[in-house]
């Protein structure tokens, strides 16, 4: 028997996932960064085994991103209806059963209907997962999800490590190692609470007569915002840096550096947001991301203002959804809308500052970033006034209470 504070227990003083639950999810977002960074590396043994083009093969990955938007969607209507075991239960299943799809297709279209089957699965996980994270450790719940997220960050890294170590060729046996892991996490669904707590309902208004429809509106700005200078950072930083003088192999380095940073600013966030507000730490993040954008334009620190973008970004995702939560506690689907935006500004984004960088120049590429960053810094400024957070942190003068009660 382990204990747990009231205060980092959801109202209602039970906990929603137990320890084994609490580690499965965390090897579940491994899981599901992995698979969504493996599509890349294994284009080269996709276009020999179905003889298709590189644009073609990457459709893959967009059918992935389609089913995860779905996915999301699917997972919050359902939630009325079917309990969070089956709804987990059933999106393991599903990006199982996806993956053996892709990874022994007979045919290109079959492939990717699996990768769109994996994305409803990811989409499901990904909701799902996150939100009972945001809602279920109290005060401790920004740490939580950093950590979560954290972890999808290794996946992210290790996937690719994998093709590169086995070969592109051996992509069907990694694809089905996903997917036995997912099925494996299913024997943990019983530490998994069936449902959370009934939020208190929502007032028409909030502190300062603002109205709940405008700050769910801000923080969906924020969430497409700071993915697209999450994607627009790693899709165009090789370009810019060989733009201005790096050789491809310092650019393609330093790019890894970035997505690596990305991982390190969740864990480095973990401590971090048990001590400051949520409200302070998007503030900093913002003003750093739009800080360091600017170092980027200036060619010798570059390499290093890049890396330095990436830890600033990486605590923004887990770190709002709570706040959001609680800002908005009888709103159910606020997270499902946030996290169905944040996909879409990572598929819109990429193609539109395409174009805007066609029609400027590539060394333009922080700049126009930053001036995202400056907007998204405007927005989480509107947030600290119109929709603070005094149940983040335990405040110096409340601290949380100690005592003990039991855990199952």
């Known amino acids: 028997m382990t204990t747990t504070r009231e205060a980092d227990l959801p109202e209602g003083g039970k906990p929603l996932l137990t320890t084994v639950a609490i580690v499965a999810s965390c090897l579940a977002f491994a899981v599901i960064g992995a698979l969504q960074a493996l599509y890349g590396p294994a284009i080269p043994a996709l ?12 459709l893959s990955l967009s059918a992935h991103f389609v089913g995860a938007l779905l996915g999301v969607l699917i997972y919050h209507l359902l939630r009325g209806r079917l309990n969070n075991r089956v709804l987990l239960g059933g999106s393991y299943v599903l990006m199982a059963a996806g993956a053996a799809v892709f990874a022994f297709s007979p045919s290109w279209a079959l492939a ?5 089957v994996i994305g409803l699965g990811f989409g499901g996980i990904d909701y799902g997962l996150n939100r009972l994270f945001a809602i279920g450790f109290g005060h401790r719940s920004t740490a939580m999800l950093n950590l979560l997220n ?5 996946g992210a890294i290790a996937g690719p490590a994998l093709i590169g170590w086995l070969g592109a060729d051996c992509y069907p046996e990694i694809f089905v190692g996903t997917g036995v892991i997912s099925l494996l996490i299913l024997v943990t669904l019983g530490g998994v609470a069936a449902r959370e707590p009934v939020p208190a309902p929502a007032g028409d208004g909030l502190p300062g007569g603002t109205r709940v429809l405008p700050i769910i509106g801000v923080f969906i700005g924020i969430y497409v915002l700071h993915v697209a200078v999450e994607t627009g950072v790693g899709g165009w930083e090789p370009t810019h840096l060989e733009a201005v003088g790096y050789g491809a192999a310092t650019a393609a380095t330093a790019t890894s550096a970035y997505w690596a940073a990305m991982t390190i600013g969740r864990f480095v966030a973990v401590p971090i947001s048990l001590r400051w507000s949520a409200p302070s730490i998007l503030l900093v993040c913002c003003a750093g991301m739009a800080g360091f954008l600017l170092l980027a334009a200036v060619p010798a620190l570059a390499p290093y203002a890049y890396f330095g973008v990436g830890l600033m970004i990486a605590p923004i995702f887990p770190t709002c959804l709570p ?9 159910a689907g606020a997270g499902a809308y946030v996290i ?3 996909m879409i500004g990572g598929v819109a984004f990429p193609p539109l500052l395409g174009a805007v960088i066609g029609a400027v120049e590539v060394r333009a590429v ?8 400056v907007i998204c810094g405007v927005l989480s400024l509107w947030l600290r ?3 603070p957070d005094p149940g983040g942190v335990p405040g110096p003068r409340e601290p949380a ?8």
């Open 47 to 58: 276009r020999d085994e179905y003889g298709i083009s590189p644009a073609v093969a990457g």
């Open 385 to 387: 006034r119109n929709a």
């Open 150 to 154: 954290g972890h999808f960050g290794i």
């Open 340 to 342: 169905a935006a944040s």
């Open 401 to 408: 209470r100690t005592d003990s009660v039991p855990t199952p």
């Open 112 to 116: 990717l209907a699996g990768t769109f």
């Open 323 to 331: 706040w959001l939560n609680r800002a908005v506690p009888g709103v």
């Open 366 to 373: 922080p700049l126009l970033l930053f001036l995202l960053a």
